[in-house]
T-cell receptor
Framework: DAGVIQSPRHEVTEMGQEVTLRCKPI?????LFWYRQTMMRGLELLIY????????DSGMPEDRFSAKMPNASFSTLKIQPSEPRDSAVYFC????????????FGPGTRLTVL | RKEVEQDPGPFNVPEGATVAFNCTYS??????FFWYRQDCRKEPKLLMS???SGNEDGRFTAQLNRASQYISLLIRDSKLSDSATYLC???????????FGQGTELSVKP
């Protein structure tokens, strides 16, 4: 059974460019989470969805960040315009309704903004 | 003050050693607790849940003290493959929002 799928795995871009990160959750999971991990701040929750609806976006750093979940099998996290301080590993995770305490993480996207 | 705080580490121990990690959390309304493991440049994975009565999974034992808002993880007979970062995690409500500690790095040497 496939786990959470993220793409791209690595992204290098220049400051000011738009970046789109993609996530496919585990089939049947009702919750989807976007996290950011840096050495300085550790793992931070950015936003999460329940049944494709954003529930809590209080972790989104600023208006340059946006996330969508158009259907149960796909979500995007967009940064526009990107800045060097956005460089981090971005993880997507999903969990079941009945067992939403256990979150399964994707392999992450390593973003470098030059 | 961070919501979840862990021993800074790193812990460097020989194979076979017993090592303990500690974690404190600030929100007394926290409902569920976990230890996740993260290997270098990989995603976090659930290691075990932590229950008030304490629980054991092979060489791993987790303890929770709600009164002191303290969580621990004990690893006995450590193996080289235990080398990783261990993340203390707190769930505040059933909505699924996890709060992660900074992690404690463990390095097990031959």
């Amino acid at each position: 059974d496939a786990g959470v799928i993220q793409s791209p795995r690595h992204e290098v871009t220049e400051m000011g460019q738009e970046v789109t990160l993609r996530c496919k959750p585990i089939s049947g999971h009702d919750y989807l989470f976007w996290y950011r991990q840096t050495m300085m701040r550790g793992l931070e929750l950015l936003i999460y969805f329940n049944n494709n609806v954003p529930i809590d976006d209080s972790g989104m750093p600023e208006d340059r960040f946006s996330a969508k979940m158009p259907n149960a099998s796909f979500s995007t996290l967009k940064i526009q315009p990107s800045e060097p301080r956005d460089s981090a590993v971005y993880f997507c995770a999903s969990s079941l309704r009945a067992n939403r305490d256990t979150q399964y993480f994707g392999p992450g996207t390593r973003l470098t903004v030059l | 003050r961070k919501e979840v705080e862990q021993d800074p580490g790193p812990f460097n121990v020989p194979e076979g050693a017993t090592v303990a990690f500690n974690c404190t959390y600030s929100n007394s309304a926290s409902q569920s607790f976990f230890w996740y493991r993260q290997d270098c440049r990989k995603e976090p994975k659930l290691l075990m849940s932590v229950y008030s009565s304490g629980n054991e999974d092979g060489r791993f034992t987790a303890q929770l003290n709600r009164a002191s808002q303290y969580i621990s993880l004990l690893i006995r007979d450590s193996k080289l493959s235990d080398s990783a970062t261990y993340l203390c995690v707190v769930l505040y409500n059933q909505g699924g929002k996890l709060i992660f500690g900074q992690g404690t790095e463990l390095s097990v040497k031959p």
